[in-house]
T-cell receptor
Framework: GAVVSQHPSWVICKSGTSVKIECRSL??????MFWYRQFPKQSLMLMAT?????????EQGVEKDKFLINHASLTLSTLTVTSAHPEDSSFYIC?????????????????FGEGSRLTVL | GQSLEQPSEVTAVEGAIVQMNCTYQ??????LSWYQQHDGGAPTFLSY????GLEETGRFSSFLSRSDSYGYLLLQELQMKDSASYFC???????????FGPGTRLSVLP
């Protein structure tokens, strides 16, 4: 099956610093990747849709300048949390769609990375 | 707007059958997916319905009624390892966006 790898799994940083999280599709090309944020015992909140070669589309209420998303290749998207503060502490998860060849309809499946738990001190 | 509703918690015993419902209101609809997430882990795909009816995959079945904007996930022969959160997700906006429901936390008791 398709594999999405996310790094780092855990990160602890000081307030005011920036943290970069990588999301890689290992065995397929992902023109679209999604970034989510999840608080304990809550649902996945879509932050932004990352499109290869173009600007990300952010959900309402998500600060573009604080959560920088770059999708420079068909297998890599990065999320950078800039000037992190304790309220940014959360579980961040990426996912990717696998586009099938020949115009076939995909299964609607999203492939998720393992998630990155960010703690800002 | 987009909204999905799921019961917050369900409890059942090993070997039983449990049904978890999902109702949705979205601006567009292309399909309904179900995901399982254990505490601290990533969501994993369970099932997808684009058309009305029942889809079966082993112990898991998923149902969709587009006219009722309703679907459910059915788990049979429950096992302790099935204790997890289950999220429904709607594909909308020409299939580009995926919106997740609040999730149902399933607890399986011995």
């Amino acid at each position: 099956g398709a594999v999405v790898s996310q790094h780092p799994s855990w990160v602890i940083c000081k307030s005011g610093t920036s943290v970069k999280i990588e999301c890689r599709s290992l065995d397929f090309q992902a023109t679209t990747m999604f970034w989510y944020r999840q608080f304990p015992k809550q649902s996945l909140m879509l932050m932004a849709t990352s499109n290869e070669g173009s600007k990300a589309t952010y959900e309402q209420g998500v600060e573009k300048d604080k959560f920088l998303i770059n999708h420079a290749s068909l297998t890599l998207s990065t999320l950078t949390v800039t000037s992190a503060h304790p309220e940014d502490s959360s579980f961040y998860i990426c996912s990717a769609r696998r586009i099938l060849a020949g115009g076939l309809a995909d299964t609607g499946e999203l492939f998720f990375g393992e998630g990155s738990r960010l703690t800002v001190l | 707007g987009q909204s999905l509703e799921q019961p917050s918690e369900v409890t059942a015993v090993e070997g039983a059958i449990v049904q978890m419902n999902c109702t949705y209101q979205t601006s567009g609809f292309y399909g309904l997916s179900w995901y399982q997430q254990h505490d601290g882990g990533a969501p994993t795909f369970l099932s997808y319905n684009a058309l009305d009816g029942l889809e079966e995959t082993g112990r898991f079945s998923s149902f969709l009624s587009r006219s009722d904007s309703y679907g459910y996930l059915l788990l049979q022969e429950l096992q302790m390892k099935d204790s997890a959160s289950y999220f429904c997700a709607v594909r909308d906006n020409y299939g580009q966006n995926f919106v997740f429901g609040p999730g149902t936390r399933l607890s399986v008791l011995p």
